[in-house]
T-cell receptor, first 111, second 118 residues
Framework: GQQLNQSPQSMFIQEGEDVSMNCTSS?????WLWYKQDPGEGPVLLIALYKAGELTSNGRLTAQFGITRKDSFLNISASIPSDVGIYFC???????????FGSGTKLNVKP | DAGVIQSPRHEVTEMGQEVTLRCKPI?????LFWYRQTMMRGLELLIYFNNNVPIDDSGMPEDRFSAKMPNASFSTLKIQPSEPRDSAVYFC????????????????FGPGTRLTVT
């Protein structure tokens, strides 16, 4: 099956710092999604990307669809304690009706 | 608007018992997905439906697992008989798939059912 490599696996940062995480694939994807999951809850969609090179923001979050179509990045600026959680990337190959998920990046923010 | 609804939120059962998980997708969505999440394997797609028809069940672990979608607003995932290794969080997600480009738009997840099989 498809493999999505998501890194880093976990991060410990200070409140106010910026955060970057990424996902890479061996296949070309035509859609990238980024989710956040809080403990005991389902993943919540943060940002959707549909075009190579696309840069989309959602508040302090910015995600980019890599121009090679094989990677995507998520940045969080000026982190706050409520950013704590697990962030997942998900990618879809054109004409295939399912997403492949990364293993997640666990973010810890110290006040 | 109501999101994806799953029930029960928690299920504890004994090995060998039948377990049925339920999902109500977002109204108007025509694709439904069942996932399983564990620490070891992360999020795994078990099966998905499009317009109530199962499209890909290659992720279903074995014959003990079955899923149905009798109508556009309801789906079940059944495990019979259950085993301790089935313990996990099971998520249902839905999306709207537009034709003819088979674009699958964003998937929205339910809160999950935490299953514990003792």
């Amino acid at each position: 099956g498809q493999q999505l490599n998501q890194s880093p696996q976990s991060m410990f940062i200070q409140e106010g710092e910026d955060v970057s995480m990424n996902c890479t694939s061996s296949s070309i994807f035509n859609t990238w999604l980024w989710y956040k999951q809080d403990p005991g809850e389902g993943p919540v969609l943060l940002i959707a990307l549909y075009k190579a090179g696309e840069l989309t923001s959602n508040g302090r979050l910015t995600a980019q669809f890599g121009i090679t179509r094989k990677d995507s990045f998520l940045n969080i600026s000026a982190s706050i304690p409520s950013d704590v959680g697990i962030y997942f990337c998900a990618g879809r190959i054109y004409n295939f009706n399912k997403f492949y998920f990364g293993s997640g990046t666990k973010l810890n923010v110290k006040p | 608007d109501a999101g994806v609804i799953q029930s029960p939120r928690h299920e504890v059962t004994e090995m060998g018992q039948e377990v049925t998980l339920r999902c109500k997708p977002i109204s108007g969505h025509n694709s439904l997905f069942w996932y399983r999440q564990t620490m070891m394997r992360g999020l795994e797609l078990l099966i998905y439906f499009n317009n109530n028809v199962p499209i890909d069940d290659s992720g279903m672990p074995e014959d003990r697992f079955s899923a149905k979608m009798p109508n556009a607003s309801f789906s079940t995932l059944k495990i019979q008989p259950s085993e301790p290794r089935d313990s996990a969080v099971y998520f249902c997600a839905s999306s709207f798939q537009s034709l003819p480009r088979l674009l699958v738009n964003e998937q929205y997840f339910g809160p999950g059912t935490r299953l514990t099989v003792t």
